[in-house]
């Protein structure tokens, strides 16, 4: 849907204007949301190719998605298009029965064949979101057959492999695959047999609270109510997202109140605004960890005692404590923080002399040379500096090579690095194999495998053991039998020396101006704005 020029007018008159006279509240209008965030990486809408934080919080608003995690308990499950599911009791078919009332924003009813035909339209496509997918098995070849409508209101998932069933429910629940596609509506505009890809890059079709009125790119995005959503109409009348890179400028606007929420400042100007009684900060914690990763490719750090004393070698304290306020908080584990498998840090620490007894015996008494690549943005090249500094202290001469993302994790998925300070894991998935299965899981350390979805491959680090122990918690039916798996596979990895050394988990922390209320962010990034609303 277009919006006019005249409505695009008064609501930038009225949502945007920006001006430095104080006021005790807002001059945002009381029904629209005025959001300052970069878009700088939305690229696309489509749920079969969007990557990214930002626009699973926009496609969130948008659509809607079979079940979600709850946001206070995200390890809870809660239903939403599906009404109910149940899971076989061998633990291969998946059941969900569907609402009866939902209608897409189209006015065309939401039924089971909308529900298939979107999950099987990721994997056709076989764009970016389609990997996960095909790491549960399924494929463009199998997905009509295991994943059908039994009826109209009633939709079948059949595992194309022996999985835990919980796995897929929560990529159900979080997945930016997982948003549920009005079918007739993007046919409308397919072409070339594309399923209506070129269309949904700027465009959307779902049930969400919110219709998608203009996305102008690198610039403003524009939601308007939904009145016949199946949950009820959303409080606010609309949501007005900004274009905003620069964080001295979204600290200045929502200072004045010219924004409602502000995302993606920097740390001095976060702590800078705590001082401020007008507005609050949210922290959310995320699933991913930031991390230093060897290269077991090459020969020093094929040496477990080498990759020890690099672990020996990290500031974690100092990182967490000085760098890290606002983007993370210490985290040793390679799972998130909260899961119930999670064993407790083990509790490294900077230890020289421990680090220089290490590499002496694995040969290296001097030391020797190599190289950290990293992205020029906090807190990764704050991380990369002080790991070359505490690396020197053990005669380890570490050089700095930074780079775009496409550089530094390109670099990482052709096996042709050191050292790489970066980010990543299983994300929103609150599941132990969904971490492991990123940053360990290795099933085929050849070159010509190329598993570079698989993070632990880019890092060439193998062990069979840890394979085979992942692979048996994966399907594990008896719960108390898993967790004693996944406890046993962080044991294994410590002593075994991980060639991926987490540091921190990523919390990401959002600017909330006082008078709005209800506000919740999503640690799985599907930020939903149906019941904010303002207090004036």
Do not use: C
Request: net charge neutral; aromatic share 8%; glycine share 6%.
């Amino acid at each position: 849907m277009s919006i006019s020029p005249l409505l695009w007018a008064r609501v930038l008159a009225m949502a945007l204007a920006v001006t430095a006279v104080p006021v005790t509240y807002a001059k945002t209008p009381a029904d629209q949301l005025i959001v300052g965030m970069s878009m700088i990486n939305l690229l696309s809408l489509d749920p079969a190719a969007a990557t990214g934080l930002d626009v699973s919080e926009i496609n969130a608003n948008l659509y809607d998605m079979l079940l979600v995690q709850d946001v206070a308990q995200p390890d809870r499950l809660l239903p939403a298009l599906a009404e109910r599911w149940q899971v076989s009791d061998d633990r291969k078919t998946l059941t969900f029965n569907l609402r009866s009332d939902v209608k897409f924003q189209s006015g065309n009813p939401l039924g089971a064949d909308d529900v298939v035909w979107s999950l099987q339209r990721v994997l056709k496509l076989n764009l970016a979101l389609a990997s996960t997918w095909k790491a549960y098995g399924f494929s463009a070849d199998n997905v009509d057959r295991l994943i059908r409508a039994t009826d109209p209101n009633t939709v079948v998932i059949e595992l194309a492999r022996p999985t835990d069933p919980m796995l897929v429910l929560n990529t159900l629940a979080t997945s930016p695959s997982a948003f549920i596609l009005d079918r007739k509506k993007v046919l409308e505009h397919e072409k070339n047999n594309d399923l209506g890809a070129a269309w949904l890059v700027t465009h959307a079709a779902g049930s969400g609270a919110f219709v998608l009125n203009d996305w102008r790119a690198n610039d403003v995005i524009l939601m308007t109510r939904f009145d016949g959503y199946w949950g009820g109409p959303a409080k606010l009348k609309r949501i007005v997202m900004r274009n905003m890179t620069e964080s001295q400028s979204l600290r200045l606007m929502i200072e004045r109140g010219d924004l409602d929420i502000a995302k993606g400042m920097s740390a001095p100007d976060i702590q800078a605004l705590q001082k401020n009684p007008d507005i609050r900060t949210q922290s959310l914690q995320r699933g991913t960890l930031y991390y230093v990763a060897l290269s077991v490719k090459q020969p020093m750090f094929a040496d477990a005692r080498v990759r020890q004393a690099v672990r020996s070698l990290i500031d974690y304290q100092g990182i967490n404590q000085t760098v890290m306020p606002h983007y993370g908080v210490i985290n040793q584990r390679p799972l998130p923080l909260g899961l119930p498998a999670r064993l407790p840090d083990p509790g490294y620490q900077l230890n020289v002399d421990q680090a220089k007894k290490l590499l002496a015996e694995a040969g290296y008494p001097n030391g020797f040379k190599t190289s950290i690549r990293v992205l020029t943005e906090p807190p990764f090249i704050n991380i990369a500096s002080s790991l070359q500094s505490t690396l020197a202290q053990a005669g380890i001469e570490a050089s700095i090579i930074t780079g775009t993302g496409n550089q530094v994790y390109g670099a990482m998925r052709d096996r042709s690095f050191d050292i790489i300070v970066g980010r990543g894991g299983g994300g929103a998935e609150r599941h132990p194999h969904s971490s492991l299965r990123t940053l360990v899981y290795n099933p085929d350390n050849r070159d010509e495998a190329k598993l570079s979805n698989f993070q632990g491959w880019r890092t060439s680090f193998y062990s069979p053991e840890l394979n085979t122990l992942i692979e048996s918690a994966e399907v594990e039916p008896d719960a108390a039998k898993q967790l004693a798996q996944y406890r046993e596979i962080q044991e294994q990895l410590d002593q075994q020396v991980g060639a991926i050394l987490p540091v921190s988990q990523m919390t990401d922390t959002v600017l909330v101006y006082g008078d709005v209320v209800d506000f919740q962010g999503h640690t799985a990034a599907t930020t939903r704005y149906k019941d904010v609303y303002k207090n004036r």
